[in-house]
C-alpha cells in the first residue's frame, strides 16, 4: 500500500487455496451482498454504506480509511476462493470492525495486540463454518507450523507460536476486545514480544509473520502512530460509519433484519446509536470534501521554471456547491433558516448557489450566496416535488458547474436515478427520506427544536 492510501484498515488472513478458474472469472462481489442483504440485512446495509473496490493493493479483502472516507477493497485472488459461507462470514467480520468502530474510535497500544483482541472478539460471533482458513478464534488453537514453515524459524520463535496457541485456546468466547486485551497484555510471553517490538520494529514485524504464518487480520496501519489520517478526518470517519450503523439498526428493528446478531450485541448497537450525530458536522464534510482548484498566473509569485521571465501560478481551491431547496410546505421556513444559519458559516469557503424547485426547477430563483451575504427564506414555487428535476439540473443543466450539490426537503417523493455527481440529501426534522439512498449519496438528517407558532 503506497503512502497516500495509507490509513486504517483491517484484512482477512491469507488462505493457501487457489480459487476455481471458472469461479474466478465470474465472481461478483454485488451477488452475495445481495444474498447477505437477504438473510443477514443488517450487516448488508454497513456494507453497501462504504465504496466498494476490487484491488490488487491488498492480498485479501478489508475496510480502509482515506482521509475521512471508508472503502471496502476485496482481492478477487483471495475472495473467489472461498466457500459461499465463507465470503459471508468475510463481510460479516468487516462489518463488525466498522460497527465496533475498531477502526476509529477504539484504539490502544500496542495496536498488535489489540488487532488480536478486536479478531477474537469478533470471530467469537461467527459460526466456524463462515470463517476464512486461519484467524484467532477463541477455544481454538492456532493452525499448526508445517515443516515448510519452520525453516529459518530460531527454535524461541517455535516456541512462541506453540505458547500463542495455547493462550488462544484457553481464552472464553463471547468478551469484549478489552476484555481479550487485558487478558493478552498479562501474558508474559505477549509481553516479552512487545519488549522485543520496542525496540527493533522492522525485525519485529519480520518474526511475527512468519510465527503467526496468516493467522489474524492485517489491519494495516490501526494506531500505528500513522499520521496520514488527521484526528479531524478520524472523527469525520467515526460521524459517518455512527449515522450508517444507526439506519441499519433502525431499519433491522422495523423489519426483523438482524439475522445472526446476538441479542447482546443488538442491545449494545441500539445503546450505541441512541446518541444523536451533530448533522451539522456531516455537512461540513460534504461541503469540505468537495474541492474544485482555479487555476491562474500571477506576476507576485516566481515562476519555478524560469524565474524573472514568466509569471507564476496560484491556486485558488473553492468547492461549488448547488443547494435545491423543495419548496412543498412541510419544509417550514424555520427549518431553511436553521440549515441558511449553518451554510452561512460555509460560504466563507464555498461557493453556493440556491435553487427553488417542485416538479421542475426554478431558474430564476437561482441566488449566488457570496460571502458576507445573507440569503432570508422565501417561496417561489408550490408544485408537487420530483426529485428527478434537481438531478437532472445538476447534472446536465446550469448546475452542472457545481461540484457537488444538496437537495433540502422532507424526503416524501418517489427515488430519482442515480447521480454521477456527490449529492446530499438534507432531511428536515421529524421526516425521514422514503425510500434507500444509493451508495455514494450522504444522508444529512437535520435536528432541532421547531420554533413555538406566533
Sequence with gaps: MSKQDKG??????????????????????????????????????????LTKEETT?????????QGSELKFWWNRKFVSACTDSEVKGLLKHEAYHLVLLHTTARRYDPHWVWNIACDLAIN???????????????????TPLTAEDMVGLEPDAIARHEKMSKLIESLPRDQSSEWYFSKLMEDETIKEMEEERKEN?????????????????????????????????????????RQAIKEACQKADRSNGWGSVPGAMRDHIRLMVSGEIPWQSILRQFVGQTIHADRRETVTRLSRKVPYALPGTTYNYRP????????????????????????GSLASRVDIFVYHFDTEV??????????????????????????????????????????????????CAPKPAPSRKRRGWVIVPDQKLYFDKDGSDVLIQMKGAKKAAA
Design 201 to 241: 520494529e522492522e525485525d519485529f514485524k519480520k518474526m511475527i509473520e512468519k510465527i503467526l504464518n496468516g493467522d489474524g487480520d492485517d489491519h494495516n496501519g490501526w494506531g500505528d502512530g500513522n499520521d496520514d489520517v488527521s484526528e479531524e478526518d478520524r472523527q469525520l470517519a467515526e460521524g459517518k460509519i
Design 362 to 411: 426554478d431558474e430564476a430563483s437561482r441566488t449566488h450566496w457570496k460571502k458576507g451575504t445573507k440569503i432570508s427564506p422565501h417561496r417561489t414555487r408550490c408544485g408537487g416535488t420530483d426529485f428527478e428535476a434537481p438531478t437532472r439540473h445538476a447534472l446536465t443543466g446550469k448546475g452542472k458547474d457545481c461540484d457537488a450539490y444538496l437537495i433540502l426537503t422532507d424526503g
Design 320 to 343: 461549488k456547491i448547488a443547494c435545491y431547496v423543495d419548496q412543498s410546505g412541510s419544509v417550514s421556513d424555520e427549518w431553511l433558516e436553521l440549515l441558511f444559519a449553518e451554510l
Design 57 to 65: 493493493q491488498i492480498p485479501t479483502a478489508g475496510v480502509l480509511q
Design 124 to 142: 467469537s460471533m461467527i459460526p466456524a463454518n463462515e470463517l476464512p482458513l486461519g484467524g484467532f478464534v477463541p477455544g481454538k488453537a492456532l
Design 8 to 49: 486504517t484498515s483491517t484484512t482477512i488472513p491469507v488462505h493457501k487455496r487457489e480459487p476455481d478458474p471458472e469461479r474466478f472469472k465470474t465472481f461478483d462481489i454485488d451477488a452475495h451482498l445481495v444474498a447477505l442483504m437477504w438473510s443477514e440485512s443488517f450487516f448488508a446495509d454497513i456494507i453497501r454504506s
